[in-house]
């Protein structure tokens, strides 16, 4: 009993690793965004039309596994603007996370963010994370 207790621990950490290798892996490529939603500090949900895409590649940062290219117009009923960023990723907690950091234009590192990845298949993407104001901010993005 002892012995099938260790190699279910194994087993555990093993495929644990496996998925945050593979996600690290899938995560690669140009991506289209499709959608993007609010959901605002008092629980309304509104949606923006949007334009652009987000490139992923490999990071030649020792410390950062990812490198990314954001860029993407929107236009909420009430706000519109454009986001135009690049950082840097690490998957985290067997595939389920990642931090993304920006970088300003001396390449420095400015904010640190958590995003949960909700979708990740070979043609599918859904990033979340909650904004400095509480917002909950929910990306949708196709393989191109």
């Not at 609010?38 to 992923?56: C, F, N």
């Not at 603007?81 to 300003?104: A, F, H, K």
Request: hydrophobic share 35%.
């Amino acid at each position: 009993m002892k012995h099938l207790l260790i190699l279910l621990v194994i087993l555990f950490f093993v495929t644990s690793c496996d998925k945050e290798k593979k996600t690290t892996r899938r995560i690669d490529g140009t991506w289209e965004i499709k959608s993007f939603k609010r959901i605002l500090s008092t629980g309304i949900s509104i949606y923006a039309d949007v334009t652009g895409e987000m490139k992923i590649e490999t990071s030649n940062d020792e410390y950062w596994e990812k490198a990314y290219t954001l860029q993407f117009d929107y236009a909420f009923p009430s706000l519109s603007g454009s986001t135009n960023q690049s950082g840097l990723i690490n998957v985290l907690e067997s595939g389920e996370y990642m931090d993304v950091s920006t970088l300003n234009s001396a390449d420095l590192v400015t904010r640190i963010d958590n995003h949960r990845i909700m979708v990740l298949t070979s043609t599918d993407l859904q990033l979340e994370f909650t904004d400095s104001v509480g917002q909950i901010n929910t990306y949708t993005f196709r393989k191109k």
